[in-house]
């Protein structure tokens, strides 16, 4: 299949017409748009990601995240110093062709108003021609018809002259112009088959970037599913009790004390943990009754004394 090139298929009918170039250029437009939107993407969205994945994961994963996007800076500043590059390539190239293009413009006026001016000089001519031969017998008018005639000649030659100048001037541009487009159209072409390759080739390697990353990530992830694996949920528990327990016998009841139980001594220790048994004693033996022992006790004769103070 035969290749098509930028030369043989921008081409107008209409000297005047700049469509062709017009298409090229607006094509390379749209691609250096292209390649700012892939640059774009690569930063913003390489800044992104990385900050997501460091908050989120773990601290290799986000080492291997942050060289991930270390790596997408440098295609994204080698993506920029490409189309840079092509600018300034393309911009020599247009300023050239926008030179020409006003050349060319201005001569193909300039050569259609020398012709319109030729044109009406040749009928001024032919005009003045038929005068001359309308009056040959009026002889008052002769001369100055001859003269005018002469001169109507002597302008339509000039004009002839300056219209057939115009035409070989406008002739050599034309083959100037024509030249320089088929030159601009072959580097357009090279840096559109150079763009295009190397945005293929920077969005590829990005695409192998992030799948390492997948494969880096789940390598590290795998190593946290093993750990998982091993958890003994059992054993975590016995591990705590072993190492924080405190004892193994709750506290004894609390148990009421008769303040006058014979086993209670005001100089006693303190009761352990475990109470002893309460005995509790009989009734206050009675002072007034004789009951054949010594003890002497001492007794109030008023009746509403107390040792209970309101």
């Known amino acids: 299949m035969k290749n098509l ?3 043989d298929y921008f081409w107008n009918t209409d000297l005047t ?46 080492l291997a995240h942050l060289q991930l996007a270390q790596n997408m800076r440098d295609e994204a500043k080698k993506l920029e110093e490409f189309r840079e590059k092509q600018r300034e390539a393309r911009k020599k190239v247009e300023q050239q062709m926008d030179a020409l293009h006003k050349q060319k413009a201005l001569q193909f006026k300039k050569t259609m108003d020398s012709k319109k001016t030729y044109e009406q000089k040749c009928r001024d001519k032919e005009e003045a021609d038929q005068n001359v031969n309308r ?34 001037a406008m002739g050599k541009i034309k083959d100037e112009w024509q030249k320089e487009h088929v030159k601009a159209c072959e580097i357009f072409e090279k840096q559109a088959m150079e763009r295009i390759n190397f945005l293929r080739n920077t969005v590829w390697t990005h695409v192998n970037q992030l799948s390492q990353q997948c494969v880096t990530s789940d390598e590290l992830y ?37 303040f006058y139980s014979s086993q209670r001594s005001p100089t006693a220790a303190a009761p ?39």
Do not use: W
Not at 146 to 152: I, L, M, T, V, W
């Open 272 to 310: 352990s943990r475990l109470f002893p048994p309460i005995v509790r004693r009989g009734p206050l033996p009675d002072p007034t009754q004789n009951t054949g022992d010594n003890t002497i006790y001492s007794t109030v004769q008023d009746a509403g004394y107390s040792v209970i103070h309101y």
């Open 135 to 168: 009056n040959t017998n009026n002889t008052k008018h002769m001369d100055k018809l001859y003269a005018k005639a002469q001169q109507a000649k002597q302008n339509a030659e000039e004009a002839d002259k300056l219209y057939q100048q115009n035409v070989s």
């Open 17 to 62: 017409s700049t469509a062709g170039y017009d298409a090229i250029i607006q094509y390379h437009s749209d691609c250096r748009r292209t390649c700012k939107e892939v640059e774009e993407f690569m930063k913003a969205s390489t800044l992104k990601r990385s900050l997501d994945m460091f908050k989120l994961q773990t601290e290799h994963v986000s």
């Open 5 to 7: 090139h930028f030369k």
């Open 222 to 258: 795998e190593e946290v599913r093993k750990s998982l694996e091993q958890t003994d949920v059992q054993e975590d528990i016995e591990h705590f009790v072993n190492l924080r327990r405190t004892g193994d016998k709750p506290p004894a009841p609390v148990l009421y004390e008769n």
